[in-house]
């Protein structure tokens, strides 16, 4: 089964919002990584969280690492109609493995 | 530097017929990744390769499905006798020596089957 699975699967909201979404794991990882997918598109690679790291910011993202309860948390402030995608949670072990991502849609 | 580019775009093949999907890595990068994403659904892995090598394909179906990456020119998906069931959006990603967690992906090709 999937390693990663996010929540929720889908998520609308207006631009100027924050848009929290959540991914769950099973087994030890080495890192956590999100992606983005845009309608038809190939995956952008937005952060990297090792195992060993907490929090991480990249301009208006934010992620959180909960080791102890497998989870990770991808925040997007101050939304905008451009980051209307799919997004992603993969976990490393030996390969990435992928959720079944959450889809975004931001309304202006 | 051209990112990862994959082709075609898009292919489609009668049921019974061949599929060949084409990657070239990032320049630089060594290692190729293959990725099937069926719709609604996320990525999943089905070969890692090197030049000449197969390193992993846990990923891949047992029968029908073969990959390589020779030492010249792209790398190769290739699928014979695609069922309706082959058709998704397949993605290759490449990541340079030592840092395989960082794989940049290509644009994928869809592949409808009909």
Redo the contacts between chains.
Sequence with gaps: SQQGEEDPQALSIQEGENATMNCSYKTSINNLQWYRQNSGRGLVHLILIRSNEREKHSGRLRVTLDTSKKSSSLLITASRAADTASYFCATDSDKLIFGTGTRLQVFP | NAG?MQNPRHLVRRRGQEARLRCSPMKGHSHV?W?RQLP??????MV?LQKENII?E?GMPKERFSAEFPKEGPSILRIQQVVRGDSAAY?C?SSPPRLR????????T?LTVL
């Design positions: 990862v990744y990725y609604e659904e996320g990525l999943k892995f890692y992993d846990s993605f990603a967690n960082e794989q940049f992906f290509g644009p994928g869809r």
